[in-house]
């Protein structure tokens, strides 16, 4: 079945009809609908540009839906006070190639990353976490308290930034929200306290440290998309049951290739991946004390995922009006 709704297009959706549609309760279901049906996803396009990186990411269904985001990273953004990412995604019919709409790629970004981060804990988080732990505070990890908070009863959200005054400013906003919310400057400390650990940095080195974790922790592992890129070291790696989004991220992540580089992971350490948890392949979670990671890089099949939410109910307006 396509995704014509005979809409004339491409439609533009901006940033308030995407975020409409995205809550991350169904964007959760969506995304693990997604990942037990499966797509098409081709390596992504990558390349570098001064100052940045550019990248392409296709996929489809055959006969149903395609799409590709178009991305652009540029970590200095920060000293400029802008999002280090910006991004757009096409939407087209998958049976005639027609263009559908264009939707706004920041946002199907942010939300499908924390979203897939929270798909992933639903296997991998114990059942009664409560204690999240944000480290970072930027457009992603803004999401993360409402993300997790449809998979599990967060109660407590401690905020630790390298910039003290990012991470005040983000657990403002979620006091604002309703959560119990509070920055912190001791990440050893908070580490040690917390239920789930998420970060969403673009940290070089790693900040969150293997001897800081307590049983049963999960770690969320976000930001490090290059393989020169950590969030946390290889004391955690091997404490940790290891998960994985896709099998890009055995390519692309420095938690990953650094560690298994040294010998301190191996390619069958990997327990499992989103596909499998999904389609119930490989156990998540085995006791309430064991240690678990989960590492992601993104995927084209969870910007498709988002996207087709978005227009199905861009669709329906249309049709209504």
């Known amino acids: 079945m396509g995704v014509d709704g005979g809409v004339d297009g491409p439609v533009m959706v901006d940033l308030a009809t995407a975020q409409a549609s995205l809550g991350f309760a169904r964007l959760v279901g969506a995304l693990r ?51 280090s990412v910006f991004s757009t995604y096409l939407l087209c019919d998958g049976a005639t190639g027609r263009h559908l709409a264009l939707i706004d790629g920041n946002e199907i970004t942010g939300r499908r990353t924390a979203a897939a981060s929270a798909l992933a804990g639903d296997y991998l988080a114990r059942r009664d976490a409560e204690r999240l732990l944000i480290v970072g505070s930027g457009h992603v990890a803004g999401m993360m308290a409402q993300a997790w908070s449809a998979v599990r009863p967060i109660r407590t959200v401690e905020v630790w930034n390298r910039r003290g005054a990012g991470a005040e400013a983000l657990a403002g906003r979620l006091r604002a929200q309703g959560y119990a919310a509070i920055a912190v400057t001791d990440l050893e400390a908070a580490v040690g306290r917390a239920d789930v650990v998420s970060c969403a940095t673009l940290a070089e080195a790693p900040l969150v440290r293997g001897e800081w974790l307590r049983p049963g922790c999960h770690v969320d592992l976000i930001g490090g998309y290059r393989p020169d890129m950590r969030e946390a070291d290889d004391g955690a790696v091997a404490r940790a049951r290891v998960f994985i989004d896709t099998e890009a991220a055995l390519a692309e992540a420095g938690d990953l290739t650094q560690p298994m580089a040294s010998g301190v992971l191996r390619r069958e350490g990997i327990v499992g991946d989103l596909f499998s948890l999904c389609r119930g392949e490989v156990a998540g979670r085995g006791s309430d004390q064991e240690i678990t990671l989960f590492k992601s890089v993104g995927s084209a099949i969870e910007d498709l995922a988002a996207a087709l939410l978005v227009w199905g109910d861009v669709s329906a307006s249309h049709e209504a009006g």
């Open 33 to 83: 609908a997604a990942f037990v049906a499966g797509a098409v996803v081709p390596l992504r396009h990558r390349h570098a540009v001064t100052g940045g990186t550019v990248l392409l990411m296709p996929a489809w269904q055959e006969g149903a839906a395609m799409g590709v985001k178009i991305v652009t990273v540029f970590p200095g953004n920060g000293a400029l006070g802008l999002n």
